[in-house]
């Protein structure tokens, strides 16, 4: 962790309660920071846990432990009329424009709302800043008088990123913003959300499940399995040197346009474990291609999420094999030295 970065996120766990079953660890000790103007990717398979992370850091579930330090203030033990507050500071993308609107309201309406609720501006000096808001992400003067239902998807996220906005927030969750959007409006919002970053100073938690456009919009990217961070590492060295099993799966099935760039697809056999109770042991294992997958320590016991490689590198990996790997290197090198 960085004593320079906007939010520090330690040890966050949210286990739910299910009546006669136990406790389902839907994020289970998950730690990173994010710095000032930075971009951080969660990427991960469906029901992996990080759409969860980004609804306790916005306090839209209670965490069961750990802390998000933002300004020294921990956001997930602050009390109502600080988090009111705090508000001001961090805001959220949703990942449907349609269903995150009010379907009664306007533009203009929708927009003015954070305004009114804390209280800042009326009358004239409101409409203009609903205004300003508009020609800031693209919206046309004319859409301020429609409702949702008229505009179309990429117009529709484009009113969620100026609610997002409108009370000039310091960090912004983006929980799979264009996952609902035809491909070509994709590009016109990540580009969006790119320039207003530099703009505006802005620092991301980005969601998503497709690489592609987490490649072009992040600077450093974590991967999430069953709960947990299995992998973290700066984008382009995620890309160019993947080193957890199931990252190296995830990355083989991503599209390539180019027929030389196109790798073999890894296709994971076995069933996901449970997040209900998990047993110990790596949480990969019954799905790991690797042949040290198979050993006592890989179904026995919790691999820790370690630095490897480069002393300098921030590259860390959850996996017995690396942990043991980092061993090796540490001993050839201080047998070389003596």
């Given at each position: 962790m960085s004593d320079k970065a906007l939010l520090q996120i330690h040890h966050i766990k949210k286990y739910f309660d299910i009546p006669g079953k136990g406790a389902l660890h839907a994020v289970d000790d998950v730690s990173f920071d994010i710095m000032p103007n930075e971009t951080v990717g969660l990427v991960g398979e469906s029901g992996c846990g990080k759409s969860?992370?980004?609804?306790?850091?916005?306090?839209?579930?209670?965490?069961?432990?750990?802390?998000?330090?933002?300004?020294g203030k921990d956001l997930l033990r602050i009390g109502a009329k600080d988090l009111r507050d705090m508000r001001k500071e961090i805001q959220m993308i949703f990942q449907d424009p349609y269903s995150s609107l009010n379907p009664r309201q306007t533009v203009s309406a929708i927009l003015s709302k954070p305004f009114i609720i804390h209280k800042i501006l009326k009358g004239n000096a409101l409409k203009e800043r609903v205004r300003e808001l508009a020609n800031t992400v693209g919206l046309e003067?004319?859409?301020?008088?429609?409702?949702?239902?008229?505009?179309?998807?990429?117009?529709?996220?484009?009113?969620?990123?100026a609610r997002a906005l409108a009370l000039n927030p310091k960090f912004i969750v983006c929980d799979e913003p264009v996952s609902s959007l035809d491909v070509s409006v994709q590009a016109t919002i990540i580009n969006l959300l790119i320039s207003l970053r530099e703009k505006m100073n802005l620092s991301y938690l980005f969601i998503s499940h497709d690489l592609s456009v987490v490649r072009h919009i992040t600077h450093r990217v974590a991967v999430m399995y069953l709960g947990q961070i299995i992998e973290f590492a700066d984008t382009d060295a995620i890309f160019a040197n993947t080193l957890h099993p199931y990252s190296i799966a995830l990355l083989s099935a991503v599209p390539a346009v180019e027929f030389a760039r196109m790798k073999k697809r890894i296709v994971l056999q076995g069933d996901?474990?449970?997040?209900?109770?998990?047993?110990?042991?790596?949480?990969?294992?019954?799905?790991?291609?690797?042949?040290c997958a198979k050993s006592e320590e890989c179904r026995s016991k919790d691999p820790p999420l370690v630095k490897v490689g480069n002393a300098q590198a921030e590259h860390y990996v959850r996996c017995h094999h690396w942990q043991e790997a980092q061993k090796e290197a540490a001993l050839v090198e201080r047998q070389s030295k003596g």
């Open positions: 969860t992370v980004g609804n306790v850091l916005m306090r839209l579930h209670d965490a069961t432990a750990g802390e998000a330090l933002l300004d003067p004319y859409t301020l008088s429609l409702f949702p239902h008229e505009l179309d998807g990429g117009r529709r996220q484009m009113v969620g990123i996901v474990p449970s997040p209900l109770n998990p047993k110990p042991g790596c949480r990969f294992a019954p799905r790991c291609w690797m042949s």
